[in-house]
């Protein structure tokens, strides 16, 4: 069993980039050509065409990147087709020989998180068999419930080389409304409450460190602050890094740039930037989508290699 | 179109009671009959075993309580068709006049929130429709990522009269590891986090009063912690709480008392104590979870109302 950090990786040195795709599909942006073939009548009819949209972009980017990052969110607003959707779109890009990160932000008393956990990562235990689920190799989780919320996620993940990455600080605007209030100290002067939850993850990440020498658990880091970006990649020099805040959101190339260490440990995902880079009605979407693929590759390559 | 609060404290005075049925079924405590009339063969399967469980227990309880509580994370240990469960297992509950809260502890940036939003309380925008995917009362929340994270859930809640509890003091043991963390304030003595998140909940609330004197956000305060129960509720007057942690994980009627005022204000979860107060070998559960319901509306009957 190859450690999590050993396989991302080995798929950014193999694809020669960092960048992660976030399959967050929605029903307005779709190409037109799919809305129509497909319609809006039932949240089914939408599945279906959420399916033919990410399959077809999976094709298109599995050769390119070596990480896809779906985000639960707009699978579970179709409802359990879109969940069936869900479950495709990660089997496929496996197949491909890509890695999953499972986009929900999940976070919940131990019990729960366990049933997280296993449907995320490992598997479900049903009588003796255990059962996969969603089967990705990692997925996001939220810190504010604590220890023993993120351990279940943790155990989950090394039974199966699985990863983790914990939210520290995130790409929104109004992130800093609980992450940064100050936190008192013992001694010296109060610090962010988002490094206090970075401490935590370091102290995780070092129980399981790979050969590459990164740990297990991540951190989830907003490219959209890049002063803290460099501040947590000097604090965390052996925790993975997901930047999600890249493109759409307002993250640069420039910005991005501290989350590496002499070009490794971090990788960046793009969403929109990637998924919808046309107008619903044009018809060349797919060049489109390979187009701004490679843009968006080569706008990491000059900062972050 | 009936507020929020007003909906919920309607329910429970109907009922007489506070008690909110959490519906968290998990295979290896099903009733043996259960799982021997549709195997563990696949996920489909438990899926099946849990509709047939949870149908059953919801027209045990539905002449007695309020409100129930699914927790979405034991429906997608099952899959797709786990997720059709909770879906159907939401809709009989409505059909039986019950409110719905989906304790699924969202957040995400905003653009995500709304999807998560959607789905959960008003429905999903296709085209020019709007079609209900979870369709719930009130969802849960965590506050973590911040003030444009939750916007969007009050937005939807307030578009279709529903309500949003925040995640204030979770009830696990290791809740304190970042909720306790003392933050430095302007003036005065640090105070710790969740205090700062009970404030943010406040201020949410009081946006949008019912005629009860109640707002639609809530907070999830837990019953394993009686001394900050009856803190926050000093301190949120007008906010409803949704109190888990009462019961297998150690909350006593005692403990819970402190949530009401004038014996309203707050609905009380019981989940494992209700739907498994038998072992699985055993052909009364249905006599068990009645009795149980029972004896748990006595017990915060003495000490609530």
Redesign the interface.
């Known amino acids: 069993m190859t450690h999590f950090a050993d396989r991302l990786f080995a798929a950014v040195q193999a694809k020669g980039n960092p960048l992660c795709v976030g399959f ?1 599909p929605r ?1 307005e942006s779709l190409p037109a050509e799919i809305r129509r073939r497909h319609g ?1 009548a ?2 089914d009819a ?1 599945a279906d065409a959420y399916e033919e949209f990410c399959l077809r972009v999976l094709e298109l980017v599995a050769p390119l990147v070596p990480v896809i990052k779906p ?1 639960s ?2 699978f ?6 879109g ?2 959707v869900l ?1 495709r779109l990660l089997r496929t890009a496996r197949e491909h020989g890509l890695l999953t990160i499972l986009d929900s ?9 366990t ?2 956990a ?2 995320a990562l490992g598997g ?4 003796e ?1 255990r ?1 996969p ?2 089967d990705a190799d990692a997925l996001t989780v ?8 993120i ?1 279940p996620f943790l155990a989950c993940a090394r039974q199966c080389g699985g990863g983790v990455f914990v ?1 520290v600080r ?10 940064d ?4 100290q013992d001694a010296g002067e ?1 610090r962010p ?1 988002y490094l ?2 970075a401490e ?1 993850v370091r102290a995780w990440s070092r129980e399981n460190l790979g050969a590459c020498g990164y740990g297990d658990v991540g951190a989830v880091v907003g490219a959209t602050y890049p002063a803290e970006l460099a501040q947590l990649r000097d604090l965390l020099p052996e925790v993975p890094f997901l930047v999600p805040g890249f493109g759409v ?1 307002g993250g640069t190339a420039d910005d991005v740039a501290p989350a590496f260490r002499n070009g490794q440990g971090a990788v960046v995902n793009s969403s929109r930037g990637i998924l919808f880079p046309f107008k619903p009605e044009e018809s060349d979407w797919e060049a489109r989508i390979k187009a701004a693929t490679r843009a968006t590759i080569a706008a990491l390559d000059r900062n972050s290699a």
């Open positions: 967050d029903w809006s039932s949240l939408a985000q969110a707009f579970e607003a179709c409802g359990p087709r969940l069936a479950q932000k999940r976070g919940d008393i131990a019990s729960t998180a049933a997280y296993e449907a479900v235990r049903l009588g068999a059962l689920v969603w939220n810190p504010y419930l604590g220890r023993d919320a351990e939210l995130t790409s929104n605007p109004g992130a800093g409304l609980f992450q209030l100050k936190v008192a109060p409450l206090r939850v935590a959101q």
